[in-house]
């Protein structure tokens, strides 16, 4: 499976993006997908997931009332609506999928990454 995130670019405080993350099989479909970020000079981080179904969704406390995951089953696409954005929202994105149909927040539940978006927020 490839996946191929789309949608960073350079925002200032309080814009909206969103992030588009398509997978090459449609097997992807019957699993959960999940987004990560990784700042510069930090550990990568889980930011939101959602289950195969997309009924349901997790995100990392700093993003939650801000960032709406989603997905569209039969196009294995998943999504990731990110308002209100902040200058530490600054990273590359990454979009996975995980090795099970629910969703996770560990990274090593994942086995299969993209290549990453990056995401710049200025003060």
């Known amino acids: 499976v490839q996946l191929q995130a789309s949608g960073g670019g350079l925002v200032q405080a309080g814009d909206s993006l969103r992030l588009s993350c398509t997978s090459s099989?449609?097997?992807?479909?019957?699993?959960?997908m999940g987004w990560f970020r990784q700042a510069p000079g930090k550990e990568r981080e889980f930011v939101a997931s959602i289950n195969w179904s997309g009924s349901r969704p997790f995100y990392a406390d700093s993003v939650k009332g801000r960032f709406t995951i989603s997905r569209d089953y039969g196009q294995s696409m998943v999504y990731l609506q990110m308002n209100s954005l902040k200058p530490e929202d600054t990273a590359v994105y990454y979009c996975?999928?995980?090795?099970?149909?629910?969703?996770?927040?560990?990274?090593?539940?994942?086995?299969?990454w993209g290549q990453g978006t990056l995401v710049t927020v200025s003060s």
């Open positions: 996975a999928v995980a090795r099970s149909a629910g969703a996770s927040t560990s990274g090593g539940d994942y086995n299969c």
């Open positions: 099989k449609r097997t992807s479909s019957n699993n959960g």
